[in-house]
């Protein structure tokens, strides 16, 4: 039977504190665009992307070195359930939980520890609560192999930060995993039992067991701990325990024993004590970020959730997301090539301009818009509901193996027509781009500047994106409706001369005075240039009385205004493009409905208000024209407070 053994702190080599977790400390799950509206919960999101990763890495690595023609289907199964009575006293003391509540009590904070204010080791560590527990187990994963060493894949994914070699074309590469994995237990505590077939450079073992506590370095007693406490066989140090004494443990912590002659059983099963993820956060985040794996047939991939608390058994279905959906359908338009042309789908084929540094291509682009629909949620009905609590992005989802979502990119295109896409990255760029990526694999780094990332490696990322962004454009002004043709624009100087015959002057009389404008208008603009040079305007508006108009009201009371702001652009074929335009209002006015941007509030005289836009970027060879105007809707007393701005 293994005994835990708490590692101390040796002045004689270089230590480290075993709060492995803390590597994620503060990270948070990216939720752009129309994510905002539904965010996951971020300690089941990281263990669902990294716990994985790692399994389908080491899937991958197995059925390339076997050749398998049909691969084993692959899977990882999540099962949520509770300990009681005789069971629960058990297992919790093979874990050493009663140790764990002790050391808790011995000292000044939890913090020091790594830990949170509750979890299973509060209040004496209770024995008439349930212990709740996640189990993780692959099928068909090859399992945790090597001679324990340098060699050992377990010692690797267990006890390594940032020394991990990874195989070419996976999906982790410094080891942080088990940072994302260990923050799925609430006290840090988790078990490997690991299954492998003999290998000539360990012969004899095909089985191993690991449990390890990460926690924050302490002392306790008088003596200094690093926090690192190991699960090992009595009598091997900080050895696991191997075959029948690794079967034993593992049948000790409820385990289904594996056997290593089945390649379905070559794999590993984790549990995590008192687990901080729930079934729902696990299931929408298998949604989220492996759809890619799960909707590939070719893979024989799947993922599964059992909830043994409420009996539920559930397996992601990301095509019934309806925010999913897109991205799906511009993937398979991606992988697939495409019988007939669909406006509301298109397909490309991104390659590098030069083939100087070794690679020809950079993958398959495809973009996807619902003109009907999400791609103008302003105007829809049930979506403009949200447009206010939703900040709509044009996302497209980045994809390289293993099949995972790296990330939902935001393109940087503001306003609507808002697209979603994928993004899938060939083969011979897919190694580039795992070297550029954080510890978290959620973004595709595009400078070089801190030194870790090669700058060839930064560049083919850099110039990715650029491509990726420059489809976007193109792809959203060839979906975003028509102009009107140009007889319907409006020219300001024969709009004078019609206004000056309706008022009955003569050719060379001057018309009859006007009376003072109610209101003036102050606009100023900056022409800036954005990050590929091309222009866009940003500015503000101010309105207020004009000098000399007299209004009906004291200058106490408020006067309802409208006020409307428009941009256009017209090329060098007199075509009329309309450019999306952003502005921003001063508290107190309100868009009107299927009006564009025209704003209602209430101004007092006296006082001036002021309005900021900017628009989207647009071609440089176009003449462009801001137009700003503002009237009185009624000079009715308005008894109420105040307007906010005022």
């Not at 994928?422 to 781009?433: G, H, M, Q, T």
Request: negative net charge.
């Amino acid at each position: 039977m293994p005994e835990w053994h708490w590692e101390l702190v040796d002045h004689s080599r270089i230590n480290a504190s075993g709060d492995f977790a803390k590597m994620f400390r503060g990270e948070r799950v990216k939720s752009p665009g129309v994510f905002g509206a539904d965010p996951l919960e971020d300690e089941s999101a990281l263990l669902m992307r990294e716990a994985v990763q790692n399994s389908w890495d080491a899937a991958m690595e197995t059925r390339a070195e076997t050749g398998e023609l049909e691969p084993h289907p692959f899977e990882v199964s999540f099962r949520l359930f509770e300990l009681w009575g005789e069971d629960r006293d058990r297992i919790a003391g093979a874990l050493g939980l009663g140790d764990l509540a002790h050391r808790v009590e011995s000292v000044d904070s939890r913090q020091i520890l790594g830990l949170g204010e509750k979890d299973c080791l509060s209040d004496g560590f209770a024995s008439d609560l349930p212990l709740p527990m996640l189990e993780i187990r692959e099928h068909a994963a090859g399992g945790m192999h090597g001679p324990w060493g340098e060699d050992s894949k377990l010692l690797r994914a267990m006890c390594t930060i940032g020394i991990t070699p990874a195989t070419p074309n996976r999906g982790g590469s410094f080891g942080y995993g088990k940072a994302g994995l260990i923050r799925g237990s609430r006290v840090r505590t988790v078990i490997a039992y690991t299954c492998f077939a003999e290998r000539p450079d360990d012969e004899g073992v095909t089985r191993r067991l690991l449990g390890m506590t990460y926690w924050g370095s302490h002392k306790h007693e008088g003596r200094s701990y690093t926090g690192a406490r190991w699960f090992a066989c009595l009598g091997n140090g900080h050895e696991p325990c191997v075959n029948e004494a690794a079967d034993q443990v593992a049948s000790l912590l409820g385990f289904a024993l594996r056997d290593p002659a089945e390649v379905s059983d070559r794999g590993t099963t984790m549990l995590l004590v008192d687990p901080t993820v729930t079934a729902d956060g696990l299931v929408r985040a298998a949604e989220r970020f492996w759809w890619p794996a799960l909707e590939d047939g070719s893979l024989q991939f799947g993922l599964v959730v059992k909830d043994e608390t409420t009996g539920g058994v559930h397996h992601p279905r990301p095509k019934r997301n309806p925010d999913l959906l897109p991205f799906i359908e511009a993937f398979e338009a991606a992988m697939m090539r495409q019988d007939h042309k669909r406006s509301e789908l298109r397909a490309y084929d991104l390659k590098p301009r030069s083939t100087a540094d070794g690679y020809d291509r950079f993958g398959k682009l495809a973009l996807r818009s619902d003109r009907s629909g999400w791609s103008y949620p302003e105007t829809v009905e049930g979506l403009a509901e949200d447009a206010g609590e939703v900040e709509h992005r044009s996302l497209v989802a980045l994809i390289r193996d293993p099949r995972m979502v790296v990330e939902y990119y935001d393109t940087g295109a503001r306003g609507s027509p808002y697209i979603r896409g994928a993004f899938v990255a060939d083969s011979v760029i897919n190694e580039r781009l795992r070297l550029t990526e954080n510890k978290a694999h959620d973004t595709w780094q595009t400078s070089s500047a801190a030194g870790d990332i090669a700058t060839a490696d930064a560049e083919a990322a850099r110039l990715l994106l650029q491509q990726v962004r420059s489809r976007v454009r193109e792809y959203r002004a060839e979906v975003r409706p028509k102009p009107k043709p140009y007889a319907a624009m409006r020219f300001p100087v024969w709009d004078e001369l019609a206004r000056m015959l309706w008022r009955g002057a003569a050719p060379g009389e001057r018309p009859p005075p006007r009376p003072a404008r109610a209101l003036s208008i102050q606009p100023g603009e900056r022409l800036a240039v954005g990050e590929d040079g091309r222009p866009y305007v940003e500015g503000a508006a101010s309105i207020g009385y004009s000098d000399g108009y007299t209004p009906e009201h004291p200058e106490g009371d408020l006067v309802e205004v409208s006020l409307r702001c428009s941009f256009a652009a017209i090329d060098g074929s007199r075509q009329q493009h309309t450019v999306p335009l952003d502005v921003e209002t001063p508290r107190g006015f309100v868009p009107q409905e299927g009006s564009g941007h025209v704003f209602r509030g209430r101004i007092k005289p006296g006082h001036r208000v002021t309005f900021e836009y900017l628009t989207e970027e647009y071609d440089s060879y176009w003449t462009v024209e801001v137009d700003v105007s503002a009237e009185i809707v009624a000079e009715d007393r308005f008894d109420g407070a105040e307007s906010p701005d005022q």
